[in-house]
T-cell receptor
């Protein structure tokens, strides 16, 4: 049972384009929704995060949109750069379960120059 | 450097062997985690410890046993290794919320290959 579903599995975008990754969750006990970025051979690193009382959060070229009623959230990468090529994971935290993070399946993003 | 470190980075072993992976963090965090990332990149929590106390214990075979000698270290011992244990194992740490940000800091990973 996958509690956080992520799509697409992979994405190719031209330099300067917009990358969009979508996630959907089931558990209404989730209270915090981070996105992690992972480069090959490295551990994941926090990119940006949002709480369910906010509909949008923007940090530089990265924006999270959050729809609490639909239990969906998405990451938009504006003006995509070759250096953004990585695997992106959405996640959802269950604070009462020991701050447990449940990750989506990941999206491999390739930005072509 | 302040970070989460793991040893070894690569581990190649035969089926049936017992092996350990070590993790240390010098970030002063009170919670540490073990994750397994399979060949399809799926990342799943295995265990977490808070101040040496087991907090999260997911459904993993009891061949896997975490040990936390102190809050800066969390080791993972695996008995009777099986082919399906081949994966990348990540250690992570966290320290509550800081300015409404909850962040887990991940180590570089240990790639385990069971032959």
């Amino acid at each position: 049972q996958q509690q956080v579903k992520q799509s697409p599995q992979s994405l190719i975008v031209q330099k300067g384009g917009i990358s969009i990754i979508n996630c959907a969750y089931e558990n209404t006990a989730f209270d915090y929704f981070p996105w992690y970025q992972q480069f090959p051979g490295k551990g994941p690193a926090l990119l940006i995060a949002i709480r369910p009382d906010v509909s949008e959060k923007k940090e530089g070229r990265f924006t999270i949109s959050f729809n609490k009623s639909a239990k969906q959230f998405s990451l938009h990468i504006m003006d995509s750069q070759p250096g953004d090529s990585a695997t992106y994971f959405c996640a959802a935290r269950h604070k009462a379960a020991g701050n447990k993070l449940t990750f989506g399946g990941g999206t491999r993003v390739l930005v072509k120059p | 450097d302040t970070a989460v470190s793991q040893t070894p980075k690569y581990l190649v072993t035969q089926m049936g062997n017992d092996k350990s992976i070590k993790c240390e963090q010098n970030l002063g965090h009170d919670t540490m985690y073990w994750y397994k990332q399979d060949s399809k990149k799926f990342l799943k929590i295995m265990f977490s410890y808070n101040n040496k106390e087991l907090i999260i214990n997911e459904t993993v075979p009891n061949r896997f046993s975490p040990k936390s000698p102190d809050k800066a270290h969390l080791n993972l011992h695996i008995n009777s290794l099986e082919l399906g244990d081949s994966a990348v194992y990540f250690c992570a740490s966290s320290q509550g919320e800081r300015g409404q940000i909850f962040e887990q800091f991940f180590g570089p990973g240990t790639r385990l290959t069971v032959l």
